[in-house]
């Protein structure tokens, strides 16, 4: 058997290999790009949990389950 009979084999990967590590790198870039940084981490923002949270607030005292002055109070919470 020859000694390196392995060599035509490594050759193949030689170019597969960073080529595929380049593909997925860009497949992140692109990504990282197009959806923000926010995509990575999976957690919303601290200015899109405080209109979350005002839309929840505005909603419950819309159908009647705080009262006005409750409202005003957890508004100006919220606004800090």
């Given at each position: 058997m020859e000694a390196h009979w392995w060599m035509p084999h490594l050759s193949v990967w030689l170019w597969v290999l960073p080529l595929s590590f380049i593909v997925v790198c860009l497949f992140f870039l692109f990504a990282y790009l197009a959806?923000?940084?926010?995509?990575?981490?999976?957690?919303?923002?601290?200015?899109?949990?405080?209109?979350?949270?005002?839309?929840?607030?505005?909603?419950?005292y819309a159908s009647g389950e705080i009262s006005r002055e409750q409202y005003e109070e957890m508004r100006r919470v919220l606004a800090s």
């Amino acid at each position: 058997m020859e000694a390196h009979w392995w060599m035509p084999h490594l050759s193949v990967w030689l170019w597969v290999l960073p080529l595929s590590f380049i593909v997925v790198c860009l497949f992140f870039l692109f990504a990282y790009l197009a959806r923000g940084p926010r995509w990575f981490y999976g957690r919303k923002g601290r200015h899109e949990l405080g209109e979350a949270a005002r839309e929840i607030l505005d909603r419950r005292y819309a159908s009647g389950e705080i009262s006005r002055e409750q409202y005003e109070e957890m508004r100006r919470v919220l606004a800090s």
